[in-house]
C-alpha cells in the first residue's frame, strides 16, 4: 500500500523547520524576559516560564506524532464532532472556569489549567472546511449558503465573548481570508477595511470636517464621471455611498462614546494617541516601542536588555515576547522574525493551492489566516500600530494552551498535506 | 478564476510584512530617540523611603516625629584622598576610624556604596557638604530619624532600628531590605504597617560615569513614597511626664486607664531611660549599656513584670461573693478561727468595712464559702469543682488571661486552677486549706500592673471594661481597631459594685490609704502589699476617680516599698488629682514622694541557681539575663550593687558619646 510509506518523506520540511526555528527563538527569548541577573535563572528550571514553555514543547512533539499517527480522514470524519466537543468545553468553562488575569476561561485540573478558546479556532477551522468541501456550496451566488457558516463562527464566538475572552473571539475576523478565496465577493472585504479606516480617521478628525471631506470628493467624483454612468444611476449610487459613510463616520462617535466599555475605548485611543494616558493603558505600548527601539540595529545582546530588567514591560514572556526580541537582537532579530512568519503563511497559502481536496485546501487557508492574524494583531500592538488587544504570538508567546493548539492546527495540515498524492480530488 | 485570488491574499500578507518592517526599521534604526532613552543613558531605580507616622498625645500634642537626617555612603574604588587628615578633621573621625570603615566598606564591595557614616544632623550635613564635593566616591543619602518631643514613654513606644538578619530572613512577603529600618518594640512594633507607610521608586537617569542626569521620562514613571500613618495615643503627655518624675528612683510601673474607653492616659515602667538615646548614631552603643543595666530599663514592666496583687484582690474577692449570693452587703466576719492573720482594726460587719480595713479574715471566709459553695460532702471534690467555678469568674476580669493591649510580649499572668493543682498535689489530694493564701491575692496568682489598672477600670464601670490600648486613632480618619470599641462584661451585676466601692471610698478617706487622700476628689481606692520572699514587700494601690463619673483608673506599683499605702496611694492619688484638676494642691506629699529614693532597697532581679544561700548572693555581683521571661528576672531575689547610687533612673547615658558628633 502507498500509505504505509513514512510520513517523513512526504511531510513539508520547509514548514517543519520553520516550526522548529520559531519554537526555538521563542524559547530562547522567554528565558532571556524572565531572566534575573542577580539570581542566576536556569533555563531548564521548571519554576520559570523558560523551563515550563521547554516542557510545553516537549508535550507538544508528544501531541505531534500523535497527529501524524492518527489516519490523515479522522479530521474531516470527525470535524462536526469536535467542533461539538469544544463547544461543550467553552459552554462547562462558563460555570466551572477558574478565574485568571479578569477572564473566565480556564478549566483547571489540578495544578494544570487549559484554555478551551484556544481549540475553538481548531474547531471552527475544521467545522468551516467540512462544511465548504460540500462542492453544491457556493460563496459567490448563494447568500443562503453563509448562513451556516456565520453560524459556526457566532456560537463560540458568543460563548467566547461571554467568558470575557475578547482577544480569542476577534481571531475569527480572520475566516475572511478564506472566505473571500472561496469565492466571497471582494467588496465584502473591501468594505470592511474602508469601514477600519473611517473608524480611525474618525478618531483622529473632527467629525463635520470629515463629513465636509466626503461630500467634496463625491462632487469630485460625480464631476469626473462620465455622463454616460451618470445618467444609468452612478449619480445616485455615489451620493447613497457618500451618505452611507457620513452615516458611519457619525456611527463610529456613537459606538465609541455609547457602546464600547471604557477600557476598549482607552485602547482604541491609545493606539492613536499613546501619549493620551501615558500610566494606564498607554503604558503598555510606550514601554514596548521603547524597548523595541532601544534594540537598534543589532540589538543589546542575548540577556543584555534593560529595559525588560525593570519589568517595564509588562506581560512580557506572553502576549510582549516580541519586545524581547526587539531590544536583544535589533532590527536584524525582529527582520528574521517578520520574515519567518511571511514565509510560513506563505507558505501554508502555497500547499492549500496544492491540495486535491476542497476541505484539505480551506483548512490549510484557515490555518494561515489565524497564524497570520495572531502575527498581526500581535507585533501590531507592540511597535504601536493595533489596539491592545491580548493575543498570544504563535510559537514564541510563552503558554501551553497557546503552544498546543497552534502545534496541532499546523500539524493537522501537515498531515493532511503528506497524505495529498493518495487523496482523490473532488473539485 | 479564483486560484488567482491566492497572489491577493500572498500579496497582502507580504505587504504587512513590509509595513511592520518599515516600522521596525524606522523605531530601532531613524528614531534616536528610544535609543538615548535606554541605552546610553542608564536607568537606575532609587527607593525612597518614607517618613514614618507620627504619635500624638490625646490632645494632639506631638510626642515623637522624624528629624531628617544624612547618611554618608562610600564607593571604595572611586575614592582618591590627597589629604585624609584634612577629611578626618572635616568629619571629626580619628584616622584609625577612617581606616577601619573604609576596610570594612571595601570588603562588602568596591563597586557598590556602602554606609560610611550614618545619620548626620542637618546643621552637620549643611556644613561639611561644600567640602564634601572635593573627594570623590562619598554621597550623602537623605534618612530620618525618630525624635521624642519629651524623654518619656521609651517603653510604650518602642524604639526602631535596623532589621535584623532573622527578621530579614522570617519576613512573610519579601518588603524589607538589608539595612531597612523596623519597629522592634512597644508601639513601633505592633503598628509597624501602619507607620512605615508606603516606598516610593524614582527612575533616574545616569551617564557612564554615573553621574546623574535628571529624571527619567520626567518622572512619569515613578511612584512616590507615601508617609506613614499618624497615630493618635490615649495618653497625656503632661501627666505621663509628672508620673515619670514622681517615679524616679523607684522600681515599678504606673498605669492609669480612661475607663469608658480603655484608653491608657499614663504608662510608666520605672527605671526609664530617654528615648531619643535608640534614635541616634550611637544606638549600639547606648542599647548594649541599657541591656547591661541591671535595674533592666528596657523591660516594660506594667505589661511584662509580674506580681502578686496582694490585698487589691480583695476586691474580686469580695464582688464574686456578692454575685455568687454567698454575702450580703450586710455580712460580717470575725477573726476568729482563722488561720490568715490581721492588723488590729475596727469591726468588719459589712463588705465596705471589710474592703475599707482590708481584713485578711474576711477574705478568707468569703473565698471559703465560694469553694464550698457547691455542698459537695467530700471536702476534696468540693475543692476541685469550687475552685474551677471561682477560677471562670475571675478570669472574666482578666485574671491570668493576655487582655490584648496593642504591646508586644504582654504577659499571660497566673490564675490557677484545678489541673494547676493537680500538678502538685495530684487529683483530688487536696483542698481548701491548701489554697487559703489565694483569698487574700497570695499563692500563686501573679498579675501584671495593667490587668490591676484594668480591674480598677472594671469597678469604675461598675462591671465592663474595653480592652486597655495605647492608640486610639489610625491615620487622619482616627480609626479605632473593632477590637477596642468592643465591651467586655464581667458577669457580676451593677448593685454588686456599690459595697465595694464604698469601702474603696472609706479606704481612701479613713483606711489604709488614708495618709494620701486629695481635697476636693472623691477616690475609690485599694491597698495592696504583695508579699515576696526575698526583699520588702511591693506597694500596689489601684483606684478610680471621681468615684460618680469615672475619669480615671489607675494603678501603681513600687517594688519593695512596704504596704500599699506608704509609696503606691500617694503617688496613684497624686496622679489622679494631677489629671482631672491639672494641678496638685498637697506639696508637701508631692515634695516627699519625688525625694523619696527606693533604690537602696530594691532587691536586682537574678538568675536564682538553687542551693544557693541567702547570704551567699548577697555578696555576689549581678549578673542579670537579658531574659524578661525568665522567672528569676519578674521576682527580685537579690540584694542591690554596692552604689545604688550610679544606677539611679532615669538612666543617663555617658556624656561623651552623645557629645561625639560633629
Not at chain 1, 183 to 206: E, N, Q, Y
Not at chain 2, 62 to 68: G, M
Not at chain 2, 136 to 158: D, I, M, Q, V
Request: net charge positive; glycine share 8%; hydrophobic share 45%.
Amino acid at each position: 500500500m502507498a500509505e504505509s510509506k513514512p510520513i517523513t518523506k512526504n511531510v513539508d520540511w520547509m514548514v517543519v523547520l520553520i516550526y522548529i526555528a520559531c519554537l526555538t527563538i521563542g524559547w530562547l527569548n522567554i528565558y532571556a524576559a524572565v531572566y534575573n541577573p542577580e539570581a542566576h535563572t536556569n533555563m531548564f528550571d521548571l519554576s520559570n516560564n523558560a523551563g515550563k514553555q521547554l516542557m510545553w514543547i516537549g508535550t507538544a512533539a508528544l501531541l505531534i506524532i500523535c497527529i501524524l499517527v492518527i489516519d490523515y480522514k479522522f479530521y474531516e470524519t470527525f470535524s462536526f464532532v469536535i467542533y461539538a466537543v469544544v463547544i461543550f468545553l467553552l459552554v462547562v468553562v462558563l460555570f466551572a472556569g477558574s478565574n485568571i488575569n479578569g477572564s473566565r476561561s480556564w478549566i483547571k485540573l489540578g495544578s494544570f489549567s487549559l484554555q478551551p478558546a484556544e481549540f475553538s479556532k481548531l474547531a471552527v477551522s475544521l467545522a468551516i472546511s467540512k462544511y465548504l468541501s460540500d462542492p453544491a456550496i457556493s460563496l459567490n451566488r448563494k447568500l443562503k449558503d453563509y448562513y451556516p457558516i456565520m453560524g459556526i463562527i457566532a456560537l463560540p464566538a458568543f460563548l467566547i465573548l461571554l467568558s470575557n475572552e475578547t482577544g480569542s473571539m476577534l481571531v475569527f475576523a480572520s475566516f475572511a481570508i478564506v472566505l473571500y478565496r472561496e469565492g466571497m465577493p471582494g467588496f465584502i472585504p473591501a468594505i470592511g477595511m474602508i469601514g477600519a479606516a473611517l473608524l480611525i480617521i474618525t478618531l483622529l478628525f473632527v467629525k463635520w470636517y470629515i463629513a465636509g471631506a466626503i461630500i467634496v470628493i463625491a462632487g469630485l467624483v460625480i464631476w469626473l464621471m462620465p455622463v454616460m454612468t451618470r445618467r444609468r444611476g452612478g449619480l445616485w449610487a455615489t451620493i447613497i455611498v457618500a451618505f452611507v459613510m457620513i452615516g458611519i463616520v457619525f456611527g463610529v462617535d456613537f459606538f465609541m462614546n455609547n457602546v464600547l466599555q471604557k477600557h476598549q475605548r482607552g485602547r482604541i485611543m491609545v493606539l492613536l494617541d499613546p501619549d493620551s494616558d501615558p500610566r494606564g493603558i498607554g503604558w503598555n505600548v510606550i514601554q514596548s516601542k521603547i524597548a523595541i527601539g532601544s534594540g537598534g540595529v543589532w540589538g543589546k545582546g542575548f540577556l543584555q536588555g534593560t529595559q525588560t530588567k525593570f519589568d517595564f514591560v509588562p506581560e512580557q514572556s506572553t502576549d510582549f515576547i516580541f519586545c524581547t526580541v526587539g531590544e536583544e537582537h535589533g532590527f536584524l532579530g525582529t527582520t528574521i522574525v517578520v520574515f519567518l512568519f511571511v514565509a510560513l503563511i506563505s507558505r501554508l497559502v502555497v500547499l492549500a493551492e496544492r491540495q486535491r481536496s476542497r476541505f484539505a485546501r480551506v483548512y490549510g487557508y484557515c490555518v494561515a489566516g489565524i497564524i497570520f492574524f495572531h502575527f498581526l494583531v500581535n507585533v501590531g500592538m507592540t511597535i504601536g500600530l493595533m489596539p491592545v488587544i491580548g493575543i498570544p504570538l504563535p510559537f514564541f508567546s510563552y503558554g501551553g494552551s497557546s503552544l498546543w493548539s497552534f502545534s496541532v492546527l499546523l500539524f493537522i495540515f501537515l498531515k493532511i498535506d503528506a497524505q495529498r498524492p493518495f487523496t482523490l480530488s473532488r473539485g | 478564476m479564483l486560484e488567482s485570488r491566492r497572489f491577493v491574499i500572498i500579496g497582502f500578507f507580504a505587504l504587512v510584512g513590509i509595513i511592520y518592517l518599515l516600522r521596525l526599521f524606522y523605531l530601532q534604526v531613524l528614531d534616536e530617540s528610544y535609543s538615548i532613552e535606554s541605552s546610553s543613558n542608564s536607568i537606575k531605580r532609587v527607593t525612597e523611603i518614607p517618613f514614618r507616622g507620627q504619635i500624638y498625645d490625646r490632645y494632639g500634642k506631638l510626642i515623637v516625629y522624624n528629624t531628617p537626617v544624612y547618611d554618608l555612603l562610600v564607593t571604595p574604588y572611586k575614592v582618591k584622598m590627597d589629604d585624609t587628615l584634612r577629611f578626618c578633621q572635616v568629619l571629626g573621625i580619628e584616622r584609625r576610624d577612617f581606616d577601619s570603615l573604609m576596610n570594612a566598606a571595601s570588603t562588602y564591595s568596591r563597586v557598590k556604596p556602602s554606609l560610611f557614616l550614618r545619620q548626620l544632623s542637618k546643621e552637620d550635613f549643611a556644613s561639611i557638604q561644600d567640602i564634601m564635593v572635593d573627594y570623590s566616591g562619598f554621597e550623602f543619602a537623605k534618612s530620618s530619624l525618630r525624635t521624642y518631643t519629651a524623654p518619656t514613654l521609651a517603653n510604650t513606644l518602642g524604639y526602631v532600628s535596623e532589621i535584623t538578619k532573622g527578621q530579614l530572613e522570617k519576613q512573610e512577603e519579601p518588603y524589607y531590605r538589608q539595612g531597612d529600618y523596623i519597629g522592634q518594640s512597644g508601639v513601633e512594633r505592633i503598628y509597624e504597617n501602619e507607620l512605615r507607610g508606603k516606598r516610593g521608586t524614582k527612575f533616574v537617569m545616569q551617564n557612564v560615569a554615573g553621574v546623574y542626569k535628571g529624571p527619567w521620562k520626567n518622572g512619569e514613571l515613578d511612584t512616590m513614597a507615601v508617609a506613614g500613618e499618624n497615630l493618635y495615643t490615649g495618653l497625656d503627655l503632661e501627666v505621663q511626664q509628672y508620673a515619670d518624675s514622681l517615679m524616679v528612683n523607684k522600681v515599678g510601673s504606673v498605669v492609669a486607664i480612661e475607663p469608658k474607653t480603655g484608653q491608657i492616659i499614663s504608662m510608666v515602667s520605672a527605671p526609664t531611660y530617654d528615648p531619643n538615646i535608640l534614635a541616634s548614631r550611637y544606638f549600639s552603643k547606648n542599647f548594649a549599656a541599657l541591656a547591661r543595666n541591671p535595674y533592666k530599663p528596657l523591660f516594660n514592666r506594667p505589661v511584662m513584670a509580674s506580681y502578686r496583687p496582694g490585698s487589691t484582690f480583695k476586691l474580686i474577692q469580695a464582688l464574686i461573693g456578692l454575685q455568687e449570693g454567698v454575702i450580703t452587703p450586710g455580712s460580717g466576719f470575725t477573726h476568729a478561727n482563722c488561720p490568715v492573720g490581721c492588723h488590729n482594726h475596727p469591726a468588719t460587719s459589712t463588705v465596705a468595712l471589710g474592703v475599707t480595713h482590708s481584713c485578711n479574715p474576711y477574705f478568707y471566709n468569703v473565698f471559703r464559702r465560694l469553694i464550698y459553695k457547691n455542698n459537695i460532702k467530700n471536702t476534696f471534690k468540693a475543692s476541685a469543682v469550687g475552685l474551677d467555678a471561682w477560677h471562670d469568674d475571675i478570669a472574666k476580669f482578666g485574671i491570668g488571661q493576655r487582655l490584648g493591649i496593642d504591646l508586644p510580649s504582654e504577659y499571660k499572668g497566673n490564675l490557677p486552677n484545678k489541673k494547676y493543682y493537680d500538678r502538685f498535689y495530684g487529683e483530688y489530694r487536696w483542698k481548701f486549706s491548701n489554697i487559703y493564701s489565694l483569698s487574700i491575692g497570695e499563692g500563686e496568682l501573679l498579675i501584671t500592673p495593667l490587668k490591676m489598672a484594668n480591674v480598677a477600670a472594671i469597678i469604675a464601670n461598675r462591671g465592663y471594661f474595653y480592652t486597655p490600648h495605647v492608640i486610639h486613632g489610625i491615620g487622619d480618619k482616627k480609626t479605632v481597631k473593632p477590637e477596642f470599641l468592643e465591651r467586655h462584661e464581667t458577669g457580676v451585676d451593677a448593685h454588686n459594685f456599690e459595697p465595694v466601692i464604698e469601702g474603696m471610698i472609706g479606704a481612701v478617706e479613713a483606711g489604709t490609704a488614708r495618709r494620701s487622700k486629695v481635697e476636693g476628689i472623691t477616690i475609690a481606692g485599694k491597698t495592696g502589699t504583695s508579699q515576696n520572699k526575698r526583699g520588702d514587700d511591693h506597694s500596689i494601690f489601684i483606684a478610680f476617680a471621681p468615684v460618680d463619673d469615672p475619669k480615671i483608673a489607675i494603678a501603681v506599683f513600687v517594688e519593695n516599698a512596704g504596704a500599699g499605702g506608704s509609696a503606691a496611694a500617694p503617688i496613684a492619688n497624686l496622679i489622679i488629682e494631677k489629671y482631672l484638676s491639672r494641678k496638685v494642691t498637697n506639696k508637701a506629699l508631692e515634695e516627699r514622694m519625688l525625694k523619696l529614693d527606693l533604690m537602696s532597697k530594691v532587691v536586682l532581679p537574678t538568675t536564682k541557681k538553687p542551693g544557693e544561700t541567702e547570704t551567699k548572693k548577697k555578696e555576689e555581683v549581678k549578673k542579670p539575663t537579658g531574659d524578661p521571661n525568665d522567672p528569676a528576672n519578674r521576682l527580685p531575689g537579690a540584694p542591690h550593687p554596692a552604689n545604688p547610687a550610679a544606677m539611679r533612673g532615669p538612666v543617663t547615658l555617658p556624656k561623651q558619646s552623645q557629645q561625639k558628633a560633629l
